[in-house]
């Protein structure tokens, strides 16, 4: 039994020895020039959809079938090309949310607040592309979790 028991944490030390390592290695080949081309161009189709999004697009809002206003206030209006949205800042304690927050939850509090509209899965295409025109709007910023 000892022996059977022996061999199994063996196998499972050699197979998880493997796959660390394998790990390890997935990214370690440069990307080419076609691949970076791809990445780039799946981001800012992202970066568009954030955008239209961001300034209240109702077609963008019916493809993706969202309602993120019912007040007719876009996140535009209260941050022009994203400006104040902090990204860079959190996760941190957000007053206005009443806890440690991250920049989704700051996104749906100001969806369901002042715009009145529908919260949004943090997981949603929706998002994740408002998530990606915020970062880009505010690329070059350092990180800086937690300030306020």
């Not at 394998?22 to 080949?29: L, N, R, V």
Request: charged share 25%; net charge neutral; hydrophobic share 40%.
């Amino acid at each position: 039994m000892n022996k059977i028991r022996n061999g199994l944490i063996a196998a499972a030390i050699l197979i998880g020895s493997v796959l660390v390592v394998t790990a390890a290695q997935a990214h370690k080949d440069k990307h080419t020039p076609q691949q970076l081309k791809a990445f780039e161009e799946v981001f800012m189709e992202q970066v568009r959809v954030g955008d239209l999004l961001f300034h209240g697009d109702d077609g963008a809002q019916k493809k993706l079938n969202v309602v993120m206003t019912r007040s007719g206030t876009a996140c535009a209006m209260c941050h022009p090309f994203a400006t104040d949205t902090h990204p860079y800042e959190f996760p941190k304690f957000q007053e206005q949310v009443g806890q440690f927050a991250t920049l989704r939850d700051m996104i749906n509090w100001c969806i369901e607040k002042p715009a009145e509209g529908e919260k949004l899965d943090p997981d949603s295409p929706a998002m994740k592309a408002l998530e990606a025109y915020i970062y880009w709007s505010n690329r070059g910023s350092k990180l800086d979790p937690g300030r306020h």
